[in-house]
């Protein structure tokens, strides 16, 4: 199944050359234009006919359907549903979502699988992700997942990854878990208190800012990939190029990540409405200037220069995501949401024995969604936005006319573009206009053949002249590099999660411990270092996290298949060999009672 993956595209006077599977862009003026669309290269400059008889030889791009055995490009993981924050635009339910959370068996059930599935196939990586709700609120769910999945993969030689989408709004015990275990976090953070509590407010319209400004800064100064994200709103579109300052200078981000508000009941009823999109491009290529002086990637994802892809999102991309109910999906929105657009997404499910069932049927019928987007066939942007979400935005049946989030992307994606072959000044000028920004905004039919149609382009008021010839290639933007991704720190009693519960020894104040690729490695004060495999390492970890008795316990069995007997008998042994080692010291009585 084959696209249109040539596309001219309006820009006052002239016209942007688009070619994103040959990496290929330029500006040409209306007689160059004219003569693409009739295929006349004869009337082009001659250095460039050769390569641009290439690059027209190959006017289409195959978005035909995964097929075969499912390969898990991802293994999502929804936790619960439940969240502890109220957000004035929740699509999620907040505060009132089901409090369900996902048994700790279909957790592991869920890991086992996706590692043997990518093991199956030659992958190297298990890529994990959390999302929720707030995923952290189930963190016996998370801590399991987590250990299971080194465990395993460990012993399937394979590495893994962990990343995770959350509010921030939980205690220091819980970032150094993160800080330890994840690569990469995004941060829900919309900006100052005033910006923060107005979106993102507590249940009862309490404050959040404090305790997930706190979370930003801990998580900033720790190892992982720290990505926040920034809903912008009507509100705040004015005030995107301050708030984006205020979070370099706060939290250290390795990206900052603008996304738009998606309507909603709620955030219909707090008064909050989506931003003009042409306001919102304009503050985003500001920030995004800011964040290069800075060293921070600003992104709007639906406009990044990443390699060409078919779907913007999980779906279609084999990504297996476990719902709290054990349902496999290839999307972690709420299943009434895509019922309303008349979608199922579902393909699976994992039962009560752990056993996992593929419908394969309804697997290829996931597959084939992202073909199917017939607002998006002529887009430039096809291949880079890729229809954005395919529930809120190219939905079955969804209107043909372009959407404000179509606007701001095609505006955004040419003006990056044009900064990319070195169009500053028209990018300037574009930027500038708004009319010129509209007709672009607008102008359907980018595709070359379908370009021939008529039209009248608006100019800006300055009009840089544009060249005629073609073929300026465009790279593809590259993630900022990444910070070490292991955490050497000494040991820290932090209060037991689970109030109330037996204490255990704690690690004794001269080791360190690392978090590695296979487990845990353990430094004594002389030097020594000692390698923990699992499930010591998980041990090793739960025990310095000041964990309880009866919490590590039911964690260790669910982390390394083990009953009851064996779960404490696994654990007895640990402490009493790691006290001889020196490697525990018991807990003092003032702290055990």
């Known amino acids: 199944m084959n696209a249109c993956a040539q596309f001219l595209v309006p820009i006052g006077r002239h016209w942007l050359f688009y070619a994103p599977l040959q990496a290929t862009a330029a500006l040409v003026n209306e007689a160059a234009a ?61 505060p009132s979502a089901a409090l369900t959370t996902m048994p700790l068996s279909t957790a592991t059930a869920a890991v086992d699988w996706a590692a043997s599935q990518v093991a199956g196939v030659g992958g190297d990586t298990l890529s994990v992700q959390f999302f929720g709700g707030e995923p952290f609120v189930a963190r016996d769910v998370v801590e399991t997942v987590v250990h299971r999945a080194r465990a395993v993969a460990a012993s399937s030689g394979i590495g893994v990854r962990f990343d995770a989408s959350t509010n921030g709004n939980y205690g220091a015990s819980t970032c150094r878990f993160i800080a330890d275990h994840f690569d990469s976090i995004v941060l829900s953070l919309d900006g100052p208190a005033d910006v923060q509590d107005r979106n993102r407010p507590l249940s009862h319209g309490r404050s959040s800012a404090t305790i997930v400004e706190r979370t930003g800064r801990m998580l900033g100064e720790s190892p992982i990939e720290l990505c926040l994200r920034m809903c912008v709103t009507q509100e705040s579109v004015q005030r995107m190029r301050a708030i984006v300052q205020w979070m370099i200078a706060s939290f250290d981000p390795n990206t900052i990540d603008l996304e738009t508000l998606t309507p909603g009941p709620l955030a219909e009823k707090a008064g909050l409405r989506p931003p003009d999109p042409y306001l919102f491009a304009r503050g985003a290529v ?21 390699p060409p892809r078919k779907t913007f999102c999980p779906v279609g991309s084999d990504a297996a995501i476990v719902l709290p109910d054990g349902v496999i999906a290839a999307c972690y929105l709420q299943p009434e949401e895509w019922v309303a657009r008349d979608l199922d997404l579902r393909y699976g499910h994992i039962d009560a024995t752990g056993q996992v069932h593929v419908d394969r049927a309804a697997l290829q019928a996931v597959r084939t969604l992202p073909a199917h987007k017939p607002r998006c066939a002529d887009c430039f942007c096809r291949f880079g936005c890729a229809g954005g979400c395919h529930v809120n935005q190219t939905y079955p049946g969804c209107p043909d006319t372009y959407t404000d989030f179509c606007t701001q992307t095609r505006v955004l994606t040419a003006i990056r573009l044009l900064q990319e072959i070195g169009a500053d000044a028209m990018a300037e000028a574009l930027l500038a206009d708004r009319q010129a920004m509209a007709a672009l905004a607008v102008w359907h039919g980018d595709g070359l053949r379908a370009g021939a149609r008529e039209h009248r382009p608006c100019p800006p008021r300055s009009s840089p002249p544009a060249p005629a010839g073609i073929g300026v290639p465009v790279q593809h933007e590259s993630a900022r590099t990444p910070r070490a991704t292991a955490l050497a720190r000494a040991p820290t009693r932090s209060p037991a999660d689970d109030a109330g519960e037996a204490a255990l020894p704690q690690v004794a104040p001269g080791t360190r411990w690392v978090v590695d690729t296979r487990g845990v490695s353990v430094f004594e004060a002389t030097g020594d270092r000692h390698a923990l495999a699992y499930p010591l390492a998980a041990v090793r970890t739960l025990l310095a996290q000041g964990t309880g008795r009866p919490r590590l316990l039911r964690l260790l069995k669910a982390i390394a298949s083990l009953d009851d007997a064996a779960a404490g008998v696994l654990l007895d042994q640990c402490v009493a060999r790691w006290l001889g080692d020196g490697w525990l010291e018991p807990v003092p009585a003032a702290q055990a009672h």
């Open 34 to 94: 004219q003569a693409l669309r009739d295929g006349r290269l004869d009337a082009l400059p001659v250095s460039n006919r050769p390569a641009l008889e290439m690059i027209l030889a190959n006017p289409l791009g195959d978005v035909s359907p995964r097929e075969g055995a499912l390969a898990p490009t991802m293994l999502g993981i929804v936790p619960t549903r439940g969240c502890n924050m109220a957000c004035s635009y929740c699509n999620f339910e907040g």
């Open 286 to 306: 500001e920030c995004q200037r800011i964040g290069r002086d800075a060293g921070v990637s600003v992104i709007y994802a639906a406009a990044l220069g990443v």
